[in-house]
Nanobody
């Protein structure tokens, strides 16, 4: 069964770092890019970063220069390295993939940044 599973969230102080992982099961995901979104309480889900199949990366302005998205093809895993974290980065972070058969999402991992 094709699915995405996020991990690596937790509680960190402002200025700290976390690395999120998005592990994919099912060969379908190796042919597509991956993306990270986040959703804070009471807010819409918002785009964070994405990496294309060929490796090109994009970032939301709010995280540019602080977050890095990367991919290990042999592990079919995508990472989100988050540095210089701020309280406004607190949210549930979701990994997603747009495939020919639709968009897949993981269940999310909670990131909490204390001031």
């Amino acid at each position: 069964q094709a699915q995405l599973v996020e991990s690596g969230g937790g509680l960190v102080q402002s200025g700290g770092s976390l690395r999120l992982s998005c592990e994919a099961s099912g060969n379908i995901f190796s042919r597509y890019g991956r993306m990270w979104y986040r959703q804070a309480p009471g807010r819409e889900r918002e785009y964070v970063a994405s990496i294309a199949r060929g490796g090109a990366t994009r970032y939301a302005d709010a995280v540019k220069g602080r977050f890095i998205i990367s991919r290990k093809y042999n592990e079919n895993t995508v990472y989100l390295q988050m540095n210089s974290l701020k309280p406004e980065d607190t949210a549930v972070y979701f990994c997603g993939a747009e495939t020919g058969g639709g968009t897949y999402w993981g269940r999310g991992t909670q990131v909490t940044v204390s001031s």
